[in-house]
T-cell receptor, first 112, second 109 residues
């Protein structure tokens, strides 16, 4: 079974902190994604990566950056956390374009 | 940007009855995949069913089936013989993994 693991289920950070959300997949998938999920807004794509060191902005990249140094790991970085980044963050991976995604458990981030 | 629209924020169904969740999408591609995902309260998102656009036949997975209308760009999910465990958020997604806003399904005993 494909496993996508997010480093934390719950995280509380202070405004202005630099925050790292880590995601690891064990199926050698090419594509990895970071989404943000908010009530009434569904899943919104922050960034995705189709190869090591490659990244593309999604629909809401402002305030975020990403890093993909190894194929299995995709990190989401909040350079200076703000309260409006309090949300559920979901990581996903897929073997290629036009294929289903496999999701991690999600990280609920609270910025205070 | 390619959009995916779910027009029903919430739906409810009686146990053992049938319910249909709606989804429309926007694309200029001729060959693509579409997906329905389920997110139960435990929040682990899982794939329910997948449809390939070039296939005429609607996809079916046990009690779950789709009504795919390519010309209308419509991709609805039908759940037959609803069970309490079907209660969840359901998301429609296109081949670029753009998601709709979701439909919260409640199953009443």
């Amino acid at each position: 079974d494909v496993k996508v693991t997010q480093s934390s289920r719950y995280l509380v950070k202070r405004t202005g902190e630099k925050v790292f959300l880590e995601c690891v997949q064990d199926m050698d998938h090419e594509n990895m994604f970071w989404y943000r999920q908010d009530p009434g807004l569904g899943l919104r794509l922050i960034y995705f990566s189709y190869d090591v060191k490659m990244k593309e902005k999604g629909d809401i990249p402002e305030g975020y950056s990403v890093s993909r140094e190894k194929k299995e790991r995709f990190s989401l970085i909040l350079e200076s956390a703000s309260t409006n980044q309090t949300s559920m963050y979901l990581c996903a991976s897929s073997p290629s374009m036009n294929t289903e995604a496999f999701f991690g458990q999600g990280t609920r981030l609270t910025v205070v | 940007a390619q959009t995916v629209t779910q027009s029903q924020p919430e739906m409810s169904v009686q146990e053992a009855e049938t319910v249909t969740l709606s989804c429309t999408y926007d694309t200029s591609e001729s060959d693509y995949y579409l997906f329905w995902y389920k997110q139960p309260p435990s929040r682990q998102m899982i794939l329910v069913i997948r449809q390939e656009a070039y296939k005429q036949q609607n996809a079916t997975e046990n009690r779950f089936s789709v009504n795919f209308q390519k010309a209308a760009k419509s991709f609805s999910l039908k759940i037959s013989d609803s069970q309490l465990g079907d209660a969840a958020m359901y998301f429609c997604a296109n081949y670029k993994l753009t998601f709709g806003k979701g439909t919260l399904l409640t199953v009443n005993p």
